[in-house]
């Protein structure tokens, strides 16, 4: 019996989640993610409900997304009931949505941003243990809203009460709002209060919410009027006019869907929909709701049922235009006086503002960013850069949109929180070096693509600059042994990180280091002491937040010199490289003598190669003259000049001749 019952309740529970995608067609993004330790969460659900805990969090919402370019966690959960939890977390419980700003993207400047947010009364804590919660979407792009002319000083108070700033909104005088005929792709959401639109001035409503999927907000008596001009968006063939049935409905109203995004708010907004010449909507006779219009907040006692309207009476309506997924989302709300008023007596009067205007509000800026996650995820960039960086190295770190993207339609605009960003930081890639410092930091590096319209998206990565010691010690690059103490030779080392993100200091216990010992090579010269001495090499690193690495290797020095030292070249040189006889010209002991010039004439006394440094390793003649070619078959000769005290003859140069033949 328990296990039935227990099934019976997690069966229903996918039931609603089923009937949530439903009625959100493509655009449920909710999935399941882990909130690391040290994360910010924004408390939506504490009562009473006020502007400070209420409304603020979307002013730091939208600072985060605007001003930062720091993206936000929104979770919802989407099948809890009414006023109930979305999480629960050291005994807190978050209820009516929560904002997260995750651990990763906490940098002072964010933190001191956080901490003017809490002085303003929004409500939040700091995580101390991982968690996993439902994400309904991460928000990348900041609102941009299009007031309508007409009405809208009566949604203002919405951004006031919020703190959002009016060039959220298009400015802060009327001069600067817009009618329908202006509105472009460069519009987000469109917010029509009270107002009576007619087709002619209206009409491009109806070609910007298909083609740019503009968002269409509308409240009072401008939505039926709006659904009866033919832009009925929500309805088949329109509404009840606001003329012909009471203003307001009956409550109290019936809550429906509280998992949805716009029901992101605690208690009822009953008492601040009630006033104003249109409170609920109802379709007239021979219309009704579009099939996928969602009916959030109903009227189910309306006293015009069924004469004017077989209903049902809503005061809360969302869904796309004319049930076509391709287009923006639309919402009607009830009521007049948004932000309360004092003259309750009159006929349209609004109520003292309170909690259920708080809740309304909450509804119209839930639907706002609704409205803009839906149409983030079309051109968000990737930035791609290394996982890990040490400080004090230079990193390439670049970007690609997604496909069918032109990057050239935008402007490209890199930031970083702290660290360099030494090249030009409007190009596609950059090269990025790390902050110095004595910890590990946490780095935001932010892109931010501004098309024609200003419209930014932006793609923030938060990086862990460490200042630890590379996990893979360096080494020595060098020959266990030398061959004589008259030999210089190159000694570097390898390393898993960028050499150049160190400071570097060489060491031998015995010999010479010719020129700088703090360079990522030097060039050193053993003593001339007894045969098979052995040496240690030691070379320190330490990075930029001091600290030393170690490392060193101890080789042999050979002396044994052929010859005595005399320089002699062989006299028949192949250079088929079979691997027989000499493929190259050797000059016994030259090598000795770095600093010589060797030069290989014709029989005719030209002179077809001239060498420099000539070791019989790397820089050797194998039977190719200047221009690379292969030089024919014969007798060719040779003269050796020797610029080194250590050598002395009785002749400034030494000649000879040696026979080509492959």
Not at 442 to 458: A, E, K
Not at 539 to 559: A, G, M
Not at 634 to 646: A, L, R, S, T
């Amino acid at each position: 019996m328990f296990f039935s019952l227990v099934v019976s309740i997690e069966f229903m529970k996918f039931l609603l989640l089923l009937s949530f995608v439903f009625l959100f067609g493509n655009y449920s993004m909710a999935a399941d993610e882990t909130i690391t330790s040290g994360s910010f969460i924004i408390n939506l659900g504490v009562v009473p409900q006020t502007i400070q805990n209420g409304l603020k969090p979307y002013g730091l919402v939208y600072d985060m997304l605007k001003n930062y370019k720091v993206p936000i966690k929104w979770v919802i959960n989407q099948t809890k009931e009414r006023d109930d939890v979305d999480f629960i977390l050291n005994g807190t419980s978050y209820r009516g949505g929560a904002f997260i700003i995750l651990t990763k993207y906490r940098t002072k400047e964010v933190n001191d941003v956080i901490n003017s947010w809490l002085a303003k009364g929004i409500v939040g804590e700091t995580s101390t243990t991982d968690f996993k919660v439902n994400i309904y979407s991460t928000l990348s792009y900041a609102p941009r809203w299009t007031i309508d002319k007409t009405a809208g000083d009566l949604v203002t108070p919405f951004f006031v009460n919020a703190g959002i700033p009016p060039d959220a909104h298009g400015g802060e005088f009327r001069t600067n709002w817009k009618n329908p005929s202006q509105l472009t792709v460069c519009d987000d959401i469109f917010v029509l209060p009270h107002a009576d639109p007619s087709f002619a001035t209206h009409k491009n409503l109806l070609a910007w919410n298909r083609d740019f999927k503009g968002a269409i907000w509308a409240g009072c008596h401008a939505v039926s009027v709006l659904e009866n001009i033919s832009l009925n968006f929500l309805t088949t063939t329109g509404m009840v006019s606001y003329q012909s049935h009471p203003p307001n409905g009956v409550v109290p109203f019936t809550y429906s869907i509280p998992g949805n995004p716009v029901m992101q708010f605690i208690g009822s907004q009953d008492g601040a929909s009630q006033n104003g010449s249109e409170a609920t909507y109802l379709p007239k006779i021979g219309s009704q709701w579009n099939a996928k219009a969602i009916l959030l907040i109903k009227d189910t006692k309306h006293p015009s049922i069924p004469r004017l309207s077989s209903g049902p009476a809503a005061s809360v309506v969302l869904g796309r235009g004319f049930d076509d997924d391709t287009r923006g989302w639309v919402m009607y709300q009830g009521g007049h006086f948004h932000n309360g008023s004092a003259n309750s007596s009159s006929a349209f009067g609004g109520a003292p503002f309170g909690p259920d205007h708080v809740a309304l509000q909450r509804a119209f800026f839930n639907f706002s960013l609704m409205s803009i996650a839906d149409k983030q995820g079309s051109v968000a960039p990737n930035i791609i850069a290394p996982k890990g960086m040490l400080s004090g190295t230079d990193y390439p770190i670049t970007f690609e949109l997604p496909a069918g993207k032109n990057i050239n339609d935008y402007k490209i605009e890199w930031f970083t929180s702290s660290g360099f960003i030494k090249t030009d930081p409007t190009k596609k890639e950059i090269q990025f070096e790390p902050p110095a410092g004595s910890k590990t930091e946490v780095v935001l590096i932010s892109l931010v693509l501004t098309d024609d319209c200003g419209r930014q998206y932006f793609s923030t990565l938060s990086l862990n600059v460490t200042c630890l010691p590379p996990a893979i010690p360096p080494v020595i690059d060098i020959e266990s042994n030398l061959l004589d103490d008259k030999l210089t030779y190159t000694i570097g080392f390898k390393l898993d990180y960028d050499k150049d993100g160190f400071s570097k200091q060489w060491k031998v216990s015995s010999g010479e280091i010719i020129g700088a010992s703090n360079q990522n090579q030097i060039t050193f010269k053993p003593s001339t002491s007894a045969s098979n001495t052995l040496l240690t090499i030691t070379l320190t690193l330490v990075d930029n937040c001091q600290n030393v690495i170690e490392v060193s290797k101890t080789v042999r020095v050979n002396h044994v010199i052929l010859n005595n030292g005399k320089i002699t070249a062989v006299k028949l040189v192949s250079a088929n490289s079979d691997g027989n006889g000499h493929d190259y010209l050797f000059i016994e002991n030259l090598q000795l003598y770095i600093n010589n010039k060797v030069s290989i004439f014709n029989r005719w006394g030209n002179e077809i190669k001239l060498f420099e440094r000539y070791d019989n390793e790397n820089i050797i003649f194998d039977g190719r003259g200047k221009n690379g070619q292969p030089v024919p078959d014969g007798v060719y000769y040779y003269m050796i000049e020797i610029n080194d005290p250590n050598y002395s003859t009785e002749v400034s140069y030494i000649k000879g001749f040696f026979v080509l033949k492959r």
